[in-house]
């Protein structure tokens, strides 16, 4: 023991003085340099005329002897500096594309000159079947190339997802048509400006509740706020708050297409929000009310490949605007219906298709934005673009095919008429 520890002292003594040796010699090997780089710039001087510690005539000092004059070679002015990475420029946070500017916060994009929230509302959107190939085929930003600068203009930006979003699950039997598409596909969907989608429709379940669980967590993931769904019926009617330009706006998600009774969200099943009844439809509106600004809802609703409203749709939207709502946005139809103004309040039978394989007839190809300007309180005014889809990409309008589509939206409208600019107005108190 006492060997070992005198070896041991021996040798750390061994290794302080080879370390000392070494910054000495170190040391003196600075000095060195330093002395012959004084000489060489005293003796630069005096050939110049100038003066010891004259800083004017020092080039190294100055920065003012450029590469051409010292002989080295220069380099080209396009190549930037390499710099090792760090935690500053590395911050993913400060890099991903979230609406918000580095080191921002929501905050920092209201407008105080502005006391309106912008909504930009458009119909089914379905990220699968041909939709994906397509997306496959020319970029995952392929649909929303012709929009996406409309669409990020607005405040909030809101549609309906026409698709379970997973690999998991059994599809449903006895369905004609079942979808499913990859959590991929919400990258563009986000990058295109949505805020909100509303799940409550009649394929979000098309691979169960499996699917529609993991519909949820990859909206989660993806930084797009949602309702309509739950793990139970507090949960589906329960409404998502999106905030814009410092107002609150509540979104909630209805259908009135169910396929199967399972479907529906209980007080112990989970599903979808339905609203066959408009009870707990009512009740949600008038939570929503107490907590926003504005109150959306968004509904699943309607016939096929009809240009008009049935009772039903009329009905639940009245009863949803004398509860509260603003604004009721409809879809499912798979064409565009008309508008009607109600209490000083608004409906959009149905946005129609706006990402979607194609259908029959022509008319499921005319889509368009609905952008509501709304003040706090809910007083919101209409204007609609319109668009035509080709490829499932849809694209503004030629002028004239524009305004033909305009008018007979008007035609089709109730207590409302479509200007040749888009702008709804009311045509009675």
Not at 37 to 46: P, S, Y
Not at 61 to 78: L, R, V
Not at 171 to 196: H, M, S, T
Not at 314 to 328: E, K, M, N, P, S
């Amino acid at each position: 023991m006492t060997y070992s520890r005198t070896r041991t002292h021996d040798k750390k003594k061994q290794q302080r003085g080879k370390r000392t040796r070494r910054l000495f010699l170190l040391n003196l090997a600075m000095l060195i340099c330093i002395a012959v780089a004084a000489a060489f710039i005293w003796l630069g001087q005096k050939d110049d005329g100038g003066k010891p510690g004259n800083g004017a005539a020092d080039p190294i000092g100055s920065g003012s002897q450029t590469a051409e004059a010292s002989g080295q070679p220069t380099k080209d002015a396009g190549e930037p500096d390499k710099a090792e990475p760090s935690d500053e420029t590395e911050d993913e946070d400060a890099v991903v594309n979230d609406g918000v500017p580095p080191g921002g916060d929501e905050e920092d994009q209201t407008d105080p000159n502005r006391d309106t929230v912008t909504i930009a509302l458009v119909g089914d959107i379905l990220p699968a079947a041909r939709v994906l190939d397509y997306m496959n085929q020319y970029g995952f930003d392929y649909p929303f190339r012709e929009t996406s600068t409309l669409l990020a203009s607005a405040d909030i930006t809101a549609g309906n997802l026409e698709t379970a979003i997973t690999k998991r699950g059994t599809p449903e039997l006895n369905k004609e048509y079942v979808y499913r598409g990859p959590q991929e596909a919400l990258v563009p969907i986000k990058e295109a400006g949505f805020d909100f989608l509303s799940i409550a429709n009649n394929h979000t379940m098309d691979y169960g509740w499996e699917g529609l669980s993991d519909t949820m967590d990859a909206l989660d993931e993806a930084g797009i706020s949602h309702a309509g769904s739950g793990n139970d019926d507090v949960e589906a009617f329960t409404p998502a708050y999106v905030e814009g330009n410092g107002k609150n706006v509540a979104f909630i998600g209805l259908t009135q297409v169910v396929p199967k009774v399972e479907w529906k969200a209980d007080r112990n099943h989970p599903g979808l929000a339905e609203a066959y009844s408009f009870g707990r439809a009512v009740a949600a509106v008038k939570e929503a009310r107490g907590n926003a600004d504005v109150v959306v809802v968004m509904v699943h609703w309607g016939k096929e490949r009809e240009d008009m409203p049935v009772k039903q749709q009329q009905a639940l939207a009245y009863a949803l605007i004398d509860a509260g709502a603003d604004l009721v946005v409809g879809s499912h139809p798979h064409v565009l219906q008309g508008f009607e103004a109600y209490k000083g309040k608004w409906i959009a039978y149905s946005l129609g298709n706006f990402v979607f394989p194609g259908m029959t007839p022509a008319t499921t190809a005319e889509t368009g934005v609905l952008t509501a300007t709304c003040k706090s309180g809910g007083e919101c005014s209409l204007q609609f673009a319109p668009m035509i889809a080709k490829l499932a990409q849809p694209k503004p309008m030629e002028a004239e095919t524009g305004k033909a589509l305009l008018a007979r939206l008007s035609s089709i409208s109730f207590a409302a008429a479509v200007e040749e600019d888009g702008k709804i107005v009311a045509t009675r108190p």
